[in-house]
């Protein structure tokens, strides 16, 4: 995560994300309507068991895993991405409701152990080094980096948003870079509301558009 105090040379050269192929954009909308149908599990603060994860992401694809329509890959995105659905929808009068970081925290914590744990890894997910933040590490790190609204973040691996929902929490502008398709667009899906610019380039290219650029923090 970088923080920019102004709209950054990022900004203004990051390319606009590539139109996603047709089996990418199925696979994110399928992934967001399993994360929708979650959220009511986070909500009422029952644990997701393996049971009706499997269930919730058979009913969203059309199909079970055993017969191939989705992976287990996709089942905890589909988890992640119901954390940041909660917390757009409920972050702030969590915030507004805790008097120190640590009782956000210690609500935050409730919230992930409602989930199961990530316990298999794909050839994908070793290949692109995607390794997402847990939910109580992201605030932790978001609160360290001090995020104001004037700020502009910038996520250069931004994955399913874990990190980028604390920043639009803090009413700062987000700059979203994340190189896998589906998960680019799961970022289009869960964050659209915010004033974001999404691209898919290599990290290797954001650094050296960072060069550029002072991070406020």
Request: overall charge neutral; proline content about 6%.
């Amino acid at each position: 995560m970088n923080i920019v105090s102004t709209t950054s040379t990022v900004a203004c050269t990051a390319a606009s994300l590539a139109a996603p192929a047709q089996d990418a954009i199925d696979t994110a909308q399928a992934i967001y309507q399993a994360a929708m149908r979650l959220v009511p599990f986070l909500e009422q603060g029952k644990p997701v068991t393996a049971a009706a994860l499997r269930t919730t992401m058979t009913t969203s694809f059309g199909g079970s895993d055993a017969q191939g329509f989705w992976v287990w890959k996709d089942a905890y995105e589909a988890l992640e991405t119901a954390q940041v659905l909660f917390l757009r929808r409920f972050g702030p009068a969590i915030l507004s409701r805790s008097t120190t970081p640590q009782a956000t925290l210690a609500m935050i914590k409730r919230i992930a152990e409602l989930l199961p744990t990530h316990t298999r890894r794909c050839d994908e997910s070793q290949a692109m080094q995607q390794l997402s933040t847990p939910l109580p590490l992201a605030f932790v790190t978001a609160h360290a980096a001090s995020i104001a609204s004037c700020d502009l973040v910038l996520e250069p691996s931004a994955g399913t948003g874990l990190l980028a929902v604390h920043a639009e929490m803090a009413r700062a502008s987000i700059a979203l870079n994340e190189l896998a398709a589906t998960r680019a667009d799961l970022l289009g899906l869960c964050l659209r509301a915010c004033p974001s610019l999404g691209t898919t380039l290599p990290i290797s290219t954001i650094i050296s558009i960072l060069r550029s650029s002072r991070p406020s923090s």
